[in-house]
């Protein structure tokens, strides 16, 4: 089984300012990684995701992630946001075997105040 | 495409009363899930189904029961709704895995039930 640690529930930033979002996973297979948005009142959107290859990983609206498999993180940065980067952030883990399930963490909301 | 939507978009139940919460998908997916968001725990997952006829159990299955009597539908049931069922519910979809490839879930809008 799999499981996803996010080590921040609230990240406040102002705008223009840099964001990282961390997120730790444990598991004791190989894994895919993945980071969604959750705009208010909606659904889950697909920001980006880790399936292997190049550990940079970089994802809509300027949005990168980096997977360190020693370290087992993946956490998401932003260089600048903006007052629309406002939202709640989830990471998510499957095994890479035949198990169609995601795990995700407890989220974190990021508010992007002027 | 409409994607995955949902109905209802709110419900108010009391204890004890029985609803059922329809998703459907027009992105001929195999997979469909049921999940439940709650503060501070992120989305659990209730019950999914591989395909038309088949369901299976997640993370949190208790007072649900599911039904994939077509492809582009999964209902969730509650039988006999209670507080502690009070929450968000989301159904996802996603195509067949093949060649060990990932497995992109795309969202429905969310159904926010209260349970009295």
């Known amino acids: 089984a799999q499981s996803v640690t996010q080590l921040d529930s609230q990240v406040p930033v102002f705008e223009e300012a840099p964001v990282e979002l961390r997120c730790n996973y444990s598991s004791s297979v190989s894994v895919y990684l993945f980071w969604y948005v959750q705009y208010p009142n909606q659904g889950l959107q697909l920001l980006l995701k880790?399936?292997?290859?190049?550990?940079l990983v970089k994802g809509i609206n300027g949005f990168e992630a980096e997977f360190n498999k020693s370290q087992t993180s993946f956490h998401l940065r932003k260089p600048s946001v903006h007052i629309s980067d406002t939202a709640e952030y989830f990471c998510?883990?499957?095994?890479?075997?035949?198990?169609?399930?995601?795990?995700f963490g407890a989220g974190t909301t990021v508010t992007v105040r002027a | 495409n409409a994607g995955v939507t949902q109905t209802p978009k709110f419900r108010v139940l009391k204890t004890g009363q029985s609803m059922t919460l329809l998703c459907a998908q027009d992105m001929n997916h195999e997979y469909m899930y049921w999940y439940r968001q709650d503060p501070g725990m992120g989305l659990r997952l209730i019950h999914y189904?591989?395909?038309?006829?088949?369901?299976a159990k997640g993370e949190v299955p208790d007072g649900y029961n599911v039904s994939r009597l077509k492809k582009q539908n999964f209902l969730l049931g509650l039988e006999s709704a209670a507080p502690s069922q009070t929450s968000v519910y989301f159904c996802?979809?996603?195509?067949?895995?093949?060649?060990?490839?990932?497995?992109?879930?795309?969202f429905g809008p969310g159904t926010r039930l209260t349970v009295l």
């Open positions: 996802a979809s996603s195509s067949i895995i093949r060649d060990f490839s990932y497995n992109e879930q795309f």
């Open positions: 880790y399936l292997s290859g190049s550990t």
């Open positions: 189904s591989v395909g038309e006829g088949t369901t």
């Open positions: 998510a883990v499957s095994s890479t075997s035949n198990d169609y399930k995601l795990s």
